[in-house]
């Protein structure tokens, strides 16, 4: 088992940025593929980046392709996701999510472990 804590988010400007994190508790960090997913209000839950166990391959959501890097510390047990000429259709509470399958998968239902998330809210 694993435990999620994001951090990072806040207020930012269009064109600004942020880097994220996520701090996985346990000693089976590598174990685990890693995703990123936001859900902004009244819209369903969806990914937006993920990163396998070794941290060799990654994937994107075509939205935020080009302007955002996932990338994980195995030492550290963490995470990141940095964003970077945010918009504001990337205002959303942000959660990371641990998951037992290799891909990593873009799929909510395949992740096991979720973190409270983080909001992140970019003004036009």
């Known amino acids: 088992q694993v435990q999620l804590v994001e951090s990072g988010g806040g207020l930012v400007q269009a064109g600004g940025s942020l880097r994220l994190s996520c701090a996985a508790s346990?000693?089976?960090?590598?174990?685990?593929?890693m995703g990123w997913f936001r859900q902004a209000p009244g819209k369903e839950r969806e990914f937006v980046a993920g990163i396998s166990r070794r941290g060799d391959y990654k994937n994107y959501a075509d939205s935020v392709k080009g302007r955002s890097t996932i990338s994980r510390d195995i030492a550290k047990n963490t995470v990141y996701l940095q964003m970077n000429s945010l918009k504001p259709e990337d205002t959303a509470v942000y959660y990371c999510?641990?998951?037992?399958?290799?891909?990593?998968?873009?799929?909510?239902?395949?992740?096991?472990?979720w973190g409270q998330g983080t909001q992140v809210t970019v003004s036009s």
């Open positions: 999510a641990a998951s037992y399958a290799s891909g990593p998968p873009s799929v909510v239902t395949l992740y096991e472990y």
């Open positions: 346990g000693r089976t960090f590598s174990s685990y593929a």
